[in-house]
């Protein structure tokens, strides 16, 4: 590959913002070489992997957006703490069928129920799924609710 090429090549992947490709093209055009890869599966391959790094990228961009207070996840839930607590019916939340049916779930009880763990948990499954999301307890709901009011 001539260097005029090679600048030019590197040159519009920054513009493009393909950063992934850039990182790997050198040593994976000298693999793909090696093992007498297409170009199609070259090709294939990294974009494949610019993909996988902007969907992690995103990801991580929606949780932090999100506003979680703490990362939760519900296989450490003690489901056995909280007997009143079906396990079958998160479960189901978890597959988050609601959302797509705009459906609406509050969480309710006492404090130190494991509200907060099981909405931050399934939130972080909607962002997995490739949601955005927004936690926010009873509290700060109704903070926002007055302010928004306040300004109008």
């Given at each position: 590959m001539s260097n005029l090429v090679y600048e030019r090549l590197h040159s519009n992947l920054v513009k493009l913002k393909l950063n992934t490709v850039g990182t790997i093209l050198d040593n994976y055009l000298e693999i793909a070489a090696k093992e007498g890869k297409?170009?199609?599966?070259?090709?294939?391959?990294?974009?494949?992997?610019?993909?996988?790094?902007?969907?992690a990228s995103s990801r991580e961009t929606r949780m932090k957006l999100a506003g979680f207070p703490a990362k939760k996840r519900l296989e450490d839930f003690n489901f056995e703490f909280q007997p009143s607590i079906d396990k079958a019916v998160i479960g189901d939340l978890a597959l988050l069928r609601f959302i797509y049916n705009a459906e609406n779930v509050v969480f309710l009880g006492p404090p130190g129920v494991g509200k907060s763990?099981?909405?931050?948990?399934?939130?972080?499954?909607?962002?997995?799924?490739?949601?955005?999301?927004?936690?926010?307890?009873?509290?700060?709901?109704?903070?926002?609710f007055a302010t928004s009011t306040k300004f109008r």
């Amino acid at each position: 590959m001539s260097n005029l090429v090679y600048e030019r090549l590197h040159s519009n992947l920054v513009k493009l913002k393909l950063n992934t490709v850039g990182t790997i093209l050198d040593n994976y055009l000298e693999i793909a070489a090696k093992e007498g890869k297409t170009t199609m599966e070259v090709l294939d391959y990294l974009i494949d992997q610019e993909k996988h790094a902007k969907d992690a990228s995103s990801r991580e961009t929606r949780m932090k957006l999100a506003g979680f207070p703490a990362k939760k996840r519900l296989e450490d839930f003690n489901f056995e703490f909280q007997p009143s607590i079906d396990k079958a019916v998160i479960g189901d939340l978890a597959l988050l069928r609601f959302i797509y049916n705009a459906e609406n779930v509050v969480f309710l009880g006492p404090p130190g129920v494991g509200k907060s763990h099981l909405a931050v948990a399934i939130g972080i499954e909607a962002v997995q799924a490739g949601l955005s999301v927004y936690f926010a307890n009873a509290g700060i709901l109704i903070l926002d609710f007055a302010t928004s009011t306040k300004f109008r």
